[in-house]
């Protein structure tokens, strides 16, 4: 699965204004809610409680917070750049400033959020 095939055009934050890792959720999270439909809350939680785990933080200044919801059909995704990068508890203890969100319907198995971590954190190719 392509990483554009995730994303509709209205899901891309070009310069995202925050100060903390919280405010950046809440904010994702509004945006998702207003792509998926799925209450911005159930969509914080989701991804909250992942976080908890660990952090989604994959290093050289990505995350990827994802989650699992019960009310959507397909994948969906939200891009954001920062203007500023936040402290994210990342791998590599840099602040991340770019994030891509991700919620998928439980029980799915092929086009995880997990792979899209496998992908990121792979070396580009020259």
């Known amino acids: 699965m392509a990483l554009a095939d995730l994303l509709q055009q209205d899901a891309i934050i070009p ?3 925050v100060n903390s890792k ?3 959720l809440q904010e994702l999270a509004a945006k ?3 792509i998926t439909g799925v209450s911005e809350r159930e969509v914080f939680d989701v ?3 992942r976080e908890k785990l660990g952090s989604t933080g994959v290093g050289h200044g990505i995350a990827i917070p994802h989650g699992k ?3 959507i059909h397909q994948i969906t995704g ?3 750049r920062l203007e500023t990068p936040v402290d994210f508890e990342a791998l590599d203890d840099q602040p991340v400033d770019l994030v891509f969100p991700a919620a998928r319907t439980r029980g799915r198995r092929r086009g995880s959020p997990e792979g899209l971590v496998q ?3 792979r070396p580009a190719r020259p």
Do not use: D, E, G, M
């Open 22 to 24: 919280k405010q950046l």
């Open 47 to 49: 991804i909250l409680q």
């Open 15 to 17: 310069a995202l204004k």
């Open 78 to 80: 939200v891009f954001a």
């Open 32 to 34: 998702a809610a207003r």
């Open 69 to 71: 919801l019960n009310s």
């Open 119 to 121: 992908n990121c954190t």
